[in-house]
């Protein structure tokens, strides 16, 4: 095992374990990377895939609207992909729809959700979790395509130029460390991406 590897699990069960500590508001940024580089060695599936340029696409919502690679030019995107059998991907729905709407005001800032689901299953999903952010559906060849084959759930963020800047696939089971993942971790990459 190496040195570094331990180093980050230790900064893991002290920032994550300590009871009583309010350790999100004092992590700094340079820590967040170093865990998610921990977590990206450890549940990510597939190479890094940061600095390739996301697929052409075009992924439709129920009523109508689509959305295309061509819509992400000139903006920062954040795309959560997901499927309904996939337990991590149901545990980050809370977290998303807070992400969502801490987000949604941000000039420039876009947010997607994409899912190879039907139509009547992304509705069911929609209600049964009080979901107010865009979904949207694509085939699951085309899904696997965009992210490069990476897990689920995969989360990315794309940049003004079609960049793909972060990617994240894997998670825990748990809303409330899905919560601190989406809404302390990936919040201080869009946070960078807006500087």
């Known amino acids: 095992m190496s040195t570094k590897y331990i180093a980050v699990k230790i900064l893991f069960a002290i920032f994550f374990l300590t009871p009583g500590v309010n350790t999100f508001s004092q992590i700094s940024h340079e820590d967040s990377i170093a865990y998610f580089g921990f977590l990206k060695a450890n549940i990510s599936i597939g190479n890094d895939i940061r600095g390739k340029i996301i697929p052409g696409f075009k992924a439709k919502a129920k009523n109508g609207t689509l959305l295309t690679d061509d819509d992400l030019r000139s903006k920062i995107t954040f795309i959560n992909f997901w499927f309904e059998a996939c337990a991590p991907c149901l545990a980050e729905f809370q977290a998303l729809e807070k992400f969502y709407n801490n987000n949604r005001s941000k ?18 999903v929609r209600k049964k979790n009080n979901l107010t952010y865009p979904i949207y559906h694509l085939s699951g060849d085309s899904c696997r395509k965009l992210i490069l084959k990476l897990g689920y759930p995969a989360n990315l963020i794309i940049n003004k130029n079609l960049e793909i800047v972060y990617s994240i696939a894997g998670g825990s089971t748990d809303p409330k460390v899905a919560d601190k993942y989406l809404n302390h971790f990936i919040q201080a990459e869009i946070d960078k991406q807006f500087k």
Request: aromatic fraction near 16%; avoid cysteine.
């Open 107 to 124: 000039e420039n800032f876009q947010f997607a959700s994409i899912t190879f689901e039907s139509d009547s299953t992304i509705e069911r």
